[in-house]
C-alpha cells in the first residue's frame, strides 16, 4: 500500500475517532435527565423548603416533608414513640394565616396528633409548626413544611364521575399509580402479583392518616375496597414495599 495513502488513513481514523468521542461525551454532558417518576420530587426543585425539626419522641408525619400535593391534605398527622398530653398542639400556616381547622386532637392510642386541613386553602407552600407534650408536663416543639399545587392533579390519571374504579397491584407497582376521582366513588384494588401485598395509608410504618385506607394482607387475586367521600389528598403505599411501591388518590 502507498505510504501516503496509509498515513492519510490514519490521519481519518483518528480524526473521526476523536470527533465521535467529543460528540459522546457532550450528548452525555447536555442530554436533560430524564423525568423523575415521583412528581413530589419534581415540585421540590420548584419549592424550596426549609429543614425539618424533629421533636423528642418523633417518629413520623403525613403528608410528608417536602411533599407536593395536586390537593389539600385531609388532615395533619404526626406520630409519637410516647404518650402524648395536653397541651400538646398544631399549627398549619401560610404567609402568617392558620389553615388548621379545629381542634388538634391526640387519638386514643396517645401516640398520634391529628389536626384536620381547611379543603379551601390556596395553592402554595405550609409550614407545620407543633408542639408535643408529655404527662409529665414537658413540652418539644418541631416544625415541617409540605406544598400544595393543584396544576399536580393534571398528571393523575382521570378517572372522575364514575361509580367504581380499579387498581391492580402488579409488578410491584400500584396500576395506577395516581388516580383522580369524584367524591363517593368505590376504589377497588385487587392484588394480581405472586407476592404479598398491603393497601396502606401514610405514613410508614404508622399508617394513620386515613386509617380507614389499610388493608389486611393480600395474597394474589385479594381485594381491598373502599369508598372516598371526603375531597383531598390521600397519600398511600404498600407497607411490605414502602420504598417503591407508592401511591395517590385525589378525591374532588
Not at 28 to 52: L, V
Not at 108 to 120: A, G, H, N, W, Y
Not at 223 to 246: E, I, K, N, Q, V
Request: glycine content about 8%; overall charge negative; some cysteine.
Amino acid at each position: 500500500m502507498n505510504k501516503q495513502l496509509l498515513i492519510g488513513i490514519v490521519i481519518v481514523v483518528l480524526v473521526g475517532g476523536g470527533f465521535f468521542w467529543y460528540n459522546a461525551s457532550q450528548t452525555k454532558t447536555d442530554r436533560p435527565q430524564s423525568p423523575s417518576s415521583n412528581g413530589s420530587s419534581q415540585n421540590t426543585q420548584r419549592i424550596n423548603f426549609e429543614n425539618p425539626k424533629k421533636a423528642a419522641h418523633y417518629e413520623s408525619n403525613a403528608p410528608a416533608h417536602g411533599s407536593v400535593l395536586g390537593a389539600p391534605p385531609i388532615n395533619v398527622v404526626i406520630d409519637f414513640n410516647f404518650d402524648l398530653a395536653k397541651p400538646s398542639t398544631i399549627s398549619i400556616t401560610k404567609e402568617g394565616t392558620e389553615y388548621g381547622q379545629g381542634d388538634t386532637v391526640i387519638d386514643t392510642s396517645k401516640l398520634v396528633l391529628r389536626r384536620s386541613f381547611d379543603p379551601t386553602a390556596p395553592d402554595g407552600t405550609y409550614t407545620v409548626n407543633y408542639k408535643a407534650c408529655w404527662p409529665d408536663g414537658s413540652c418539644h416543639d418541631g416544625s415541617f413544611q409540605f406544598g400544595v399545587m393543584r396544576s399536580e392533579a393534571e398528571k393523575a390519571v382521570d378517572m372522575r364521575n364514575k361509580a367504581m374504579v380499579n387498581i391492580d397491584l402488579a409488578s410491584f407497582a400500584f396500576n395506577p399509580i395516581e388516580i383522580r376521582i369524584s367524591r363517593g366513588t368505590k376504589v377497588v384494588w385487587t392484588n394480581s402479583d405472586d407476592a404479598i401485598h398491603y393497601v396502606n395509608t401514610d405514613s410508614h410504618p404508622a399508617h394513620t392518616y386515613y386509617k380507614d385506607q389499610n388493608s389486611q394482607a393480600l395474597n394474589k387475586g385479594d381485594t381491598f375496597s373502599l369508598t372516598f367521600d371526603t375531597p383531598g389528598a390521600y397519600p398511600y403505599h404498600c407497607s411490605a414495599h414502602a420504598d417503591s411501591m407508592t401511591g395517590t388518590i385525589i378525591v374532588e
